[in-house]
């Protein structure tokens, strides 16, 4: 009782916005934090030519998505894996990807891991293992090079900035395992490839990659001063 009326008198003092056009959401609708409008305006993309058997993402990254994904990722929001991923969620139902072994998040190196306080998409993955059952592992594909942020890179030089940026910590841990790798801003899918080498050096014999969304255009830089 208590703690309800404290969470009553925080939630006036701090109405929750929408995590994508940063609304206030009225009191007695805050289980999703996505305002109707956004709710009624976003799209999931399905099914287009972007896609293939081994890859899938759910949003394009641009406007308020894109937004959003900015500030889950810069500004301190780890709540917003919670809202995102039930939309990973539903677009990972809808491709109908069973018998995987893993979920495992892109990672990222240690020191940026502490600085900004979580790896985003290793929030995603806890949040969609917790709704699959799909085990997660955290510490066995992990970063050993601090690269610089892809978006500041052309295409050429992506590729090389993430060459030999993973490794496995116990070789063999991956060996015959069919896995879905999670990221959170899909762009020329070097990263990615990066880890994939990785993993199916290991001996994984399949490896699914799961995005919250790709950015359609590749030399974008982020400017990161716009973020509200
Ligand atoms: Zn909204």
């Not at 894109?66 to 889950?72: D, E, G, H, T, V």
């Not at 059952?133 to 892809?150: A, D």
């Not at 994939?196 to 359609?216: T, Y």
Request: proline share 2%; aromatic share 10%.
């Amino acid at each position: 009782m208590i703690k309800k009326f404290v969470n009553l008198i925080l939630s006036l003092i701090y109405p929750d916005k929408c995590i994508f056009c940063q609304e206030l959401i009225p009191l007695g609708k805050k289980d999703r934090q996505i305002c109707q409008n956004c709710w009624e305006k976003l799209e999931i993309y399905e099914g287009g030519k972007e896609e293939n058997d081994h890859f899938a993402f759910v949003f394009e990254y641009k406007d308020i998505v894109r937004n959003a994904i900015r500030r889950f990722k810069f500004k301190y929001h780890p709540e917003y894996a919670k809202r995102l991923a039930d939309f990973m969620e539903l677009k990972l139902k809808s491709l109908n990807i069973t018998d995987y072994d893993y979920i495992i998040a892109v990672p990222i190196f240690r020191r940026k891991e502490r600085k900004r306080g979580y790896n985003q998409a290793q929030l995603l993955a806890d949040e969609l293992s917790l709704r699959t059952g799909i085990k997660t592992v955290k510490k066995q594909l992990i970063r050993i090079k601090n690269t610089k942020p892809q978006s500041e890179l052309d295409h050429i030089q992506r590729a090389s900035n993430v060459k030999n940026a993973f490794k496995i910590s116990n070789k063999g841990y991956f060996k015959d395992s069919k896995i879905i790798i999670i990221d959170d801003i899909y762009t020329t899918g070097s990263t990615v490839q990066s880890c994939i080498d990785v993993l199916k050096n290991d001996g994984a014999k399949d490896v699914f990659v799961f995005a919250l969304s790709k950015s359609i255009f590749i030399h974008e830089k982020e400017d990161l001063s716009d973020i509200i």
